[in-house]
């Protein structure tokens, strides 16, 4: 089903039950994505947004996921050829809090 927005959903009658961002779509270890989502959601609305996903991520899946911060590392290089441009400057703070974060839980 393709909404007034483009974005492509598989839904079940009831409620959203996926996204599908074609674009960046990968056949990998889940912390591959959850890693991706989480830098997204530092760089667009702070740290704790990224934490909060984490936590509801491991609410879902069980308590025995263990995130491991080299994915967020991973992540965060391929955000490195992105970051000129129209980045703000508040974002790339938040990027940077991110980066650190991730190092010190190694």
Do not use: K
């Not at 974005?7 to 674009?23: F, K, R």
């Amino acid at each position: 089903d393709i909404g007034v927005t483009g974005v492509q959903t598989c839904a079940l009658p009831i409620w959203l039950s996926a996204v599908v961002d074609w674009t960046s779509a990968s056949w990998g270890p889940p912390s591959v994505d959850v890693a991706h989502m989480r830098i997204n959601l530092a760089a667009s609305f702070g740290l704790d947004a990224a934490e909060a996903f984490l936590d509801a991520y491991r609410a879902v899946v069980g308590e025995s996921y263990q995130h491991d911060p080299r994915w967020d590392l991973r992540i965060a290089v391929d955000f490195l050829p992105d970051l000129g441009g129209d980045r703000s400057t508040l974002e790339l703070g938040r990027l940077d809090e991110f980066v650190v974060r991730a190092l010190a839980r190694l």
